[in-house]
Nanobody
């Protein structure tokens, strides 16, 4: 089992930046492909970004491509999401997630992830 705890987020005006982090514990962090999902009020949870075990492969939802950057530090057992040029529609609870894998894959589907954090709120005002 791996435990995931998000931190960061907060309140920012449109055009601003926020960072969220995900600290992992319990198992070897580098054995997991990681991802970020988000859920806005009244909407289904959606994929945001994913990163491979080594961090060498990343993938983004079209809605955040060019504005968000996913990264990880396997020595610190931590994953990050840097969010720039934020828009009000980026307001959501952001969830960190992990998928045990032996390959270099990245995953965009919720059901492929077995572990989830509790989420952290990011609010963008207009």
């Amino acid at each position: 089992q791996v435990q995931l705890v998000e931190s960061g987020g907060g309140l920012v005006q449109a055009g601003g930046s926020l960072s969220v982090s995900c600290a992992a514990s319990g198992r070897t962090f580098s054995n997991y492909a990681m991802g970020w999902f988000r859920q806005a009020p009244g909407k289904e949870r959606e994929f945001v970004a994913a990163i491979s075990r080594s961090g060498g492969i990343t993938y983004y939802a079209d809605s955040v491509k060019g504005r968000f950057t996913i990264s990880r530090d396997n020595a610190k057992n931590t994953m990050y999401l840097r969010m720039n040029s934020l828009k009000p529609e980026d307001t959501a609870v952001y969830y960190c997630t992990a998928a045990a894998t032996i390959g270099t894959d990245v995953y965009t589907r919720e059901y492929l992830y077995g572990y989830w954090g509790q989420g952290t709120q990011a609010t963008v005002t207009s």
